[in-house]
């Protein structure tokens, strides 16, 4: 298992951010995409559900530092019902376990969620809105995303995760062995984050992954 067992945020004053590490017991390309998971894409009813309260709550968490969460910058939990509508994720189509996991949660919850290839980060991690500048490839095809006042995950190499779209140099792929989880809520939805945590982990281990959570600690210092 991973030895990260914390992640630095600068103190924030809607961001409620849950972790975890989870050990594959297979590289991904090693684990085919589970129907458990995958019915998760279909009519069957979720253990959360999205209301226009909880789309509204996110886009204040994401508008917070100067973001503009609007076209392709609308949260990655709103692009995953156009995804669904379209077909592009079904019952019978999915991407790996790790990411069908995490969009199944991110899906019925509203909130959007990370999940990156823990080995493929450098240094420690912290939370933190992006500079003004900031701004990553987030697809194989190259196509940037401009970060500036998004809050994000950070590494010593810059921004590479975050609740409208993860950095490509992070993302999993067939050697995945071991990956980091991370929940985007927010405090204008108490509790919503800990329900969806619970449920996730329990999407993860039915397929055989080991957790172990990972600390989100604030530190001292002026409120983002």
């Excluded at 910058?73 to 019978?92: C, D, F, Q, R, T």
């Excluded at 240094?123 to 940037?144: E, T, W």
């Excluded at 067939?174 to 945590?197: F, N």
Aim: glycine share 8%; aromatic share 6%; net charge negative.
């Amino acid at each position: 298992m991973s030895e990260l067992t914390t992640i630095v945020a600068v103190p924030h004053a809607l961001l409620d951010a849950r972790a975890f590490v989870t050990q594959l017991p297979a590289p991904l390309g090693e684990l085919p995409s589970a129907p458990s998971l995958l019915a998760w894409f279909g009519a069957q009813p979720a253990p959360l559900q999205v209301t226009a309260e909880v789309q509204a709550a996110i886009r204040d968490l994401l508008r917070h530092s100067g973001f503009k969460p609007r076209g392709r910058n609308k949260p990655a939990s709103e692009y995953l019902i156009k995804a669904v509508e379209e077909g592009w994720m079904s019952p019978a189509q999915g991407i790996n376990v790790a990411v069908d996991a995490c969009n199944a949660v991110s899906l019925h919850s509203g909130l959007p969620v990370s999940v990156v290839d823990l080995g493929k980060t450098r240094g420690a991690l912290r939370l933190a809105p992006c500079g003004p500048d900031d701004a990553y490839v987030f697809n194989p095809a190259g196509q940037i995303i401009e970060v500036g006042g998004l809050i994000s995950l950070h590494d010593a190499d810059g921004p590479f995760a975050g609740p409208v779209k993860d950095a490509q140099r992070t993302k999993t792929d067939e050697h995945t062995t071991h990956t980091l989880s991370l929940l985007w809520g927010t405090r204008a939805l108490p509790g919503r984050v800990d329900v969806a945590l619970a449920w996730y982990v329990e999407l993860v281990e039915s397929v055989g992954g080991q957790v172990a959570p990972v600390v989100v600690r604030e530190t001292a210092g002026e409120a983002a």
